[in-house]
């Protein structure tokens, strides 16, 4: 889309931002969006679980402009992106167990660490994943959670910043 907009897709480099065409934009939740890109041939990204990528913009965060930003991307627009990066490589059983704590997006990279766990029926490593959210119509891939608490060594606990009001519920009392 505009002037950057390039033959797409193409294979990612960490030294500089490469082309990649969006494919499919799904909203999960009011403020939640599941982009996908498009990849040359059968080729994958080569990422490792506890990796990640960059994305080009400017002005990230400031304003909710980030935010404003990927709603603006549309199936057929380009996103640029370098990567991959982190030094955090999850490898099946090195640890017993492993607590995940995630808020909002930051679940986000949390998903390929549970998924190549439960993938690798020889991996053992139990799972507690804690996911922070604002309401429980904000938890974002709530069915693929859900599913993945259903093996033997995961565990998935919301915590819920915003209280709902319903008349079938009542405060807590705190004060013993």
């Not at 640890?95 to 997006?105: F, K, P, Q, V």
């Not at 986000?108 to 490593?125: H, K």
Request: net charge negative; hydrophobic share 40%.
């Amino acid at each position: 889309r505009g002037p950057e907009s390039q033959s797409c897709p193409s294979k990612l480099n960490p030294e500089t931002f490469v082309a990649f065409c969006i494919i499919a934009m799904d909203r999960l939740t009011k403020d939640t969006y599941r982009v996908r890109f498009a990849l040359p041939g059968n080729s994958q990204l080569g990422l490792r679980p506890g990796q990640h990528l960059i994305l080009r913009y400017t002005q990230c965060y400031q304003m909710g402009l980030m935010s404003r930003y990927v709603e603006s991307w549309r199936v057929g627009d380009t996103a640029f992106w370098r990567g991959p990066f982190g030094d955090f490589f999850y490898k099946p059983n090195q640890y017993g167990e492993l607590l995940l704590l995630a808020a909002g997006t930051g679940l986000a990279p949390m998903v390929p660490i549970l998924q190549s766990i439960t993938d690798n029926e020889n991996d053992e490593t139990f799972v507690t994943l804690v996911g922070c959210f604002k309401t429980f119509e904000s938890i974002y891939l709530k069915t693929f959670l859900q599913e993945q608490a259903r093996f033997w060594n995961v565990r998935t606990f919301f915590v819920l910043s915003q209280l709902v009001e319903s008349t079938n519920v009542e405060p807590m009392d705190t004060e013993g």
